[in-house]
């Protein structure tokens, strides 16, 4: 069955939750919103409550509002009482909906919710996943995705792509990164709990992968520009295919996609990335079609 959140609160506060979370995941279909603004009335919200109702009878109705007591929340309690099938939960925000939205179970959701907040220190760890049947079975080629990323770790590689590609470790490849104490202690911060992480220069990845330092391993290999793709190609390092995820505007750079924008330089080693025989593509989130890379580069001239 089939999960349907209606989030609530007072004002649009969780219509603005839901469309910063849409901007990590992609559209939520099973998410809808209602708002309680002036001069509505308790029964105004019932009622939207039961709108959407009507339109998900074959799935599990669950309500969170913002806050306990509140009129949403009231408003809730009094739509159960012809609906007791309807769970209804307090404390909306962020980071409950994005647990959500990686399908991790609602009362799981809260937990990490809750662990997640607080102070950040370069010491804190998103809590693992809690999610059944995760394969982490070794293969043969370590490197379960290639992505290029100018975020490197952020919202989507946190809560989605890991999640997807089922990652045991992540491996940050930029040869200036390597060199900042403060990016390093980021992404150290950033990284999802019971994920190891390593940040290598590209020489010095090329030479522990071929070393087969990562047999038995899920890594999920991120950098900001394909170039170290190219000198890590180059010292022997074999792609199968690479994930254009986000590349940012710079100068010179033409955008060919929502998020990707390309300089010259970028096009001449996409070319010979794509003419040894590696497939690359464009793919935001996990859930979005896969578009060819060398097809959006040749259409945006």
């Known amino acids: 069955m089939i999960n349907v959140f209606v989030l609530t609160s007072h004002g649009d506060y969780a219509k603005a939750a839901l469309a910063s979370c849409e901007l990590i995941t992609g559209p939520l279909d099973n998410f809808s919103t209602v708002s309680f603004n002036d001069p509505m009335s308790v029964d105004d919200v019932v009622q939207q ?5 009507d339109k998900n009878t074959q799935s599990e109705f669950i309500i969170i509002a913002d806050i306990t007591n509140g009129t949403p929340a009231n408003a809730a309690n009094i739509f159960k009482g012809t609906h007791p099938d309807v769970k209804i939960y ?3 925000s962020l980071m409950l909906i994005l647990a959500l939205a990686t399908g991790t179970p609602i009362d799981e959701a809260f937990k990490q919710s809750l662990a997640m907040s607080g102070l950040i220190t370069n010491e804190r760890k998103v ?5 059944e049947n995760i394969d982490k079975t070794s293969t043969v ?3 379960v995705n290639v992505r ?6 952020h919202g989507q590689v946190a809560t989605m792509w ?3 590609v089922n990652a045991t470790r992540i491996m940050i490849v930029d040869d200036q990164v390597v060199q900042s104490n403060v990016q390093k202690m980021t992404l150290k911060t950033a990284v999802p709990g019971g994920i190891h992480l390593s940040i290598l220069t590209a020489k010095g990845a090329a030479e522990r992968i071929n070393a087969g330092k990562y047999a038995g391993q899920r890594v999920f290999l991120i950098v900001r520009n394909p170039q170290m793709l190219k000198i890590m190609q180059s010292a022997g390092v074999k792609f199968k295919n690479i994930n254009v995820g986000n590349m940012s505007m710079s100068e010179g750079a033409k955008q060919i996609a929502k998020s990707v924008a390309v300089t010259p330089d970028d ?3 996409f070319n010979a990335l794509s003419k040894s025989g590696i497939h690359l593509y464009h793919q935001m989130v996990p859930n979005d079609h896969q578009e060819d890379l060398m097809t959006l580069i040749t259409e945006g001239k």
């Open 267 to 269: 096009i001449e080693t």
């Open 49 to 53: 409550y039961q709108q959407i109702y």
């Open 90 to 92: 307090a404390g909306l």
């Open 127 to 131: 809590p693992a996943s809690s999610k």
């Open 148 to 153: 290029i990323d100018a975020r490197l770790i």
């Open 141 to 143: 080629d370590p490197l």
């Open 162 to 164: 890991t999640r997807s």
